[in-house]
């Protein structure tokens, strides 16, 4: 072991049981009953993971609102984090970023026509009270990175897992990644492995299994990223757009990767399978950007070689972007942003929203 890994295990791994420990303590707590669980009379279904950040909870949890909308009226319930604003904020067409946090904001654009309500608030419970006084026929709550929440007592827990970031090869906070001890995911109902290789064998399914070993009742499923046709962040680069295609691109053209997400390894790895040069612009989870970080964007598009260039983004970092009074006008025709849709792989039985179903109809909550 190096010696930096060396000092890092001495410094936090004492730390790290420590806090295996308050968090057990914690758990046993709601478990016994110490802590008081709200319980509703509307199925609430959380989404979240036990790793810090970078699983894929907003795409599933869009996912679960796309698939679920016509069966039901949803309510979708956030923290928002590094919003601006504090308790219960509703979104409304009025709604910025600041006030109820990037990814609330990109669900609500995304799903304001379907009637999908949106909201964010810190307190849960308090949330959903407020939501279900708001809308008295909402028929479901999804949650949004709260399987750690348990304040709320859920019909089902979702919880994703990475496949590059497996949760029984990690630690816990800080040495590690791990928000709580691998036994919590005995609370959960369904474990997704997220952004798994596009041809994924039967024996790497297995393997995953075998090293979660589940219980009988909770549900294994594997999910992957597919990445859609680049879509322009502003309407200056409508017209431009129709010239970008990815699969055309040559080692002549150039694309600067700009993201604020947790983890951009797998976008990058796709901007990597087209031809031409990418140079990464990278920033932390949910990065605000300043006056100062658009400067050194533009400083380094400009430095960038190439016969077309374009910024690409992904869609999380939109929000954050399109509304930024410091974007650069004349790059606002040259920046694109990536899609992508959850797919489920075909070694599934059945996809994440039939599951949900089959829970449900299971627990007589279909109406």
């Known amino acids: 072991m190096a010696k930096r890994g060396i000092l890092?295990?001495?410094?936090?791994?004492?730390?790290s049981i420590v806090y295996g420990w308050v968090m057990a303590v914690r758990n046993m707590m709601f478990d016994?009953?110490?802590?008081?669980q709200t319980e509703f009379d509307i199925p609430v279904i959380t989404v979240g993971n036990i790793s810090m950040g970078g699983s894929g909870k907003t795409p599933h949890t869009e996912y679960i609102l796309d698939k679920l909308t016509n069966d039901y009226h949803i309510g979708m319930l956030s923290r928002g984090y590094k919003r601006r604003t504090k308790g219960f904020v509703l979104a409304t067409e009025n709604s910025h970023v600041e006030d109820i946090g990037d990814e609330p904001y990109q669900i609500f654009q995304k799903f304001r026509s379907r009637n999908v309500m949106v909201a964010a608030c810190e307190k849960r419970v308090e949330g959903i009270e407020k939501m279900r006084e708001i809308d008295p026929d909402l028929q479901m709550i999804v949650l949004d990175d709260a399987f750690q929440h348990r304040y709320v007592k859920p019909k089902l827990s979702v919880v994703l897992m990475e496949f590059n970031r497996p949760a029984y090869k990690d630690s816990m906070l800080p040495f590690g990644r791990l928000r709580e001890p691998m036994r919590a995911l005995n609370r959960a109902d369904i474990i997704v492995v997220t952004k798994c290789p596009e041809t994924m064998s039967p024996m790497q399914r297995r393997l995953i299994s075998e090293n979660l070993n589940l219980f009988p009742y909770q549900k294994l499923?594997?999910?992957?990223?597919?990445y859609m046709r680049p879509r322009a962040v502003f309407s200056e680069a409508q017209q431009e757009l129709a010239l970008l295609d990815m699969e055309n691109l040559t080692e002549s053209d150039s694309l600067l990767s700009v993201t604020g997400v947790a983890n951009p390894r797998p976008f990058v790895r796709q901007l990597r399978k087209f031809k031409a040069k990418v140079k990464i612009k990278r920033f932390s989870d949910h990065h605000n950007f300043t006056q100062s970080d658009l400067e050194s964007i533009n400083e380094k598009f400009m430095a960038m070689k190439g016969k077309r260039k374009y910024i690409i983004t992904t869609e999380k970092d939109v929000m954050r972007l399109m509304n930024n009074p410091y974007f650069p006008h004349h790059l606002r025709k040259l920046i694109y942003y990536l899609p992508i849709r959850v797919v489920f792989d075909d070694g599934n039985e059945q996809p994440l929203d039939e599951v949900i179903k089959q829970l449900l109809r299971n627990n007589s909550f279909i109406r």
Do not use: D, E, Q
Not at 221 to 226: D, E, N, T
């Open 32 to 36: 016994k009953g110490i802590l008081k």
């Open 8 to 15: 890092s295990y001495l410094l936090l791994k004492p730390v």
């Open 221 to 226: 499923l594997f999910s992957r990223y597919k």
